[in-house]
């Protein structure tokens, strides 16, 4: 006898969509529906009225799914998340994983845990057909679940802002090869072009889990650079302690700006500039996909959330 797991892997899509499908709620894209009636109709596949009513049933519990190397994220998210999510009476069920296979892993871990929708942040899940994933900062494999900070856009105003400054050689420093880094060098170098600014492959460098080993990458290039842009807050602060051990000075010989905006920001010394990054509004949206995930509502695309300026004492003018 077919199993609604035989439908789902016939049809390529999750068990969750199959269930939908079978009781007839809304909110499955068409192919995917016709799919699974396909499916069902060649296994010869029908539903037990016990398990689907089960399947319909909501258990309250949301996984969220965090890199467990990226310590910002996490300070970030969760205290926004668990908020957010106690608001509308449900719980979070939080896991960590790096590569995707991990992340497939723990998507299944917290589907088996019956979790009524998933939020994802940072993750590359372009592989994985489900509709109750969101997506925040990565990629998914409909548009629609996805939910994004507009690096591209920031990357190119903290370029802008320094270059107002007189700034020619700005260095850069990103994550490692995921989707956002991407993003921050095609802002970045959109900027030295629009400004005439030559492309110096020597000022770019992938922090790769080791910001201090790439910024002394920077530094052992003997490439000068008056300004360096960063990703995140706590690489402006390890750019700083290193830029003091040889003996540079922040602003004054190296000025600083970040794409994050943390309360580590406002503390560092000097004060960082930076692009804020809108977390507590990209969280705000995926609440309200999660509204339509859970009431089985067709998701709708969001556009990119843009950042803005705050400008503090890390950057000096050299006009």
Do not use: W
């Not at 939908?20 to 809304?26: E, K, L, P, T």
């Not at 109709?41 to 799914?65: F, H, K, M, W």
């Not at 109750?132 to 990565?138: A, E, N, Q, T």
């Amino acid at each position: 006898m077919a199993t609604i797991t035989d439908v789902s892997l016939l049809a390529n899509v999750s068990k969750a969509t199959v269930s939908r499908v079978m009781s007839g709620s809304r909110g499955v894209k068409s192919e995917s529906r016709e799919a699974v009636l396909r499916a069902a109709e060649e296994l010869n596949y029908r539903p037990n009225a016990a398990a689907q009513t089960l399947a319909n049933q909501r258990s309250d519990y949301i996984g969220v799914i965090l890199f467990s190397s990226d310590a910002g994220q996490v300070s970030t998210y969760l205290p926004l998340l668990a908020k957010s999510l106690k608001a509308k009476g449900k719980h979070m069920l939080v896991q960590f994983a790096e590569t995707q296979e991990e992340q497939a892993r723990v998507i299944e871990d917290l589907n088996q845990r019956h979790c009524d929708a998933i939020i994802a942040i940072g993750c590359n899940l372009s592989h994985i057909n489900s509709d109750k994933i969101i997506s925040i900062d990565g990629k998914t494999a409909s548009d629609e679940q996805f939910i994004g900070y507009d690096y591209r856009f920031a990357a190119e105003s903290a370029c802008r802002f320094l270059s107002s400054k007189g700034h020619t050689s700005i260095a850069i420093v990103v994550d490692d090869e995921n989707i956002a880094s991407k993003q921050v060098l095609e802002g970045y170098k959109t900027c030295l072009q629009n400004s005439a600014i030559p492309v110096n492959r020597q000022l770019i460098v992938s922090a790769n889990g080791n910001s201090e080993q790439a910024i002394m990458a920077l530094l052992n290039s003997y490439h000068p650079f008056t300004a360096i842009v960063v990703m995140r807050d706590s690489q402006a602060a390890v750019a700083m302690n290193l830029f003091r051990n040889f003996n540079l000075a922040t602003p004054s010989e190296v000025s600083i700006v970040s794409l994050e905006g943390s309360q580590l920001a406002s503390q560092l010394n000097p004060p960082l500039t930076c692009i804020n990054y809108p977390s507590k509004q990209l969280v705000d949206i995926a609440m309200e996909q999660l509204d339509s995930c859970l009431q089985d509502r067709v998701m709708v695309s969001k556009p990119l959330v843009s950042g803005r300026l705050i400008t503090r004492e890390s950057v000096a003018n050299r006009s």
